[in-house]
């Protein structure tokens, strides 16, 4: 029953921004461990951002500064907010929960996380 709906995404100018959006139903955002992952043609999947329970949260060192995770607990959504976008960044970018409460060292692990969304196309490009 958990399912994770993803949307938000689109072409942008490079310097751009953009913000996905994940909605989520059969967990609770607030106390779940939740990450975004990115992924392009001929390559593993990468992780981007996440935020613990706890309210923690880890970015990969190519986005620091630029990209931001945040919640909204009465929505039950998961936000990933991408400021000044670079061609770089053109990717499948998807949302995902932990299945459990995973400690820091797995965090960044595509394997610790149970559910996914269907995925958004994120296109930056002059």
């Known amino acids: 029953q958990v399912q994770l709906v993803e949307s938000g995404g689109g072409l942008v100018r490079p310097g751009g921004s953009l913000q996905l959006s994940c909605a989520v139903s059969g967990r609770t955002v607030s106390s779940s461990t939740m990450a975004w992952f990115r992924q392009t043609p001929g390559k593993e999947r990468e992780f981007v951002a996440s935020?613990?329970?706890?309210?923690?949260?880890y970015y990969v060192d190519s986005v620091k500064g630029r990209f931001t995770v945040s919640r909204d607990n009465g929505k039950n959504m998961f936000y990933l907010q991408m400021n000044s976008l670079k061609p770089e960044d053109t990717a499948v970018y998807y949302c995902?929960?932990?299945?459990?409460?995973?400690?820091?060292?797995?965090?960044?692990?595509?394997?610790?996380?149970?559910?996914w969304g269907q995925g958004a196309q994120v296109t930056v490009s002059s």
């Open positions: 995902a929960v932990a299945s459990g409460s995973p400690i820091t060292s797995t965090i960044r692990l595509a394997s610790t996380y149970g559910y």
């Open positions: 935020r613990r329970s706890n309210g923690a949260t």
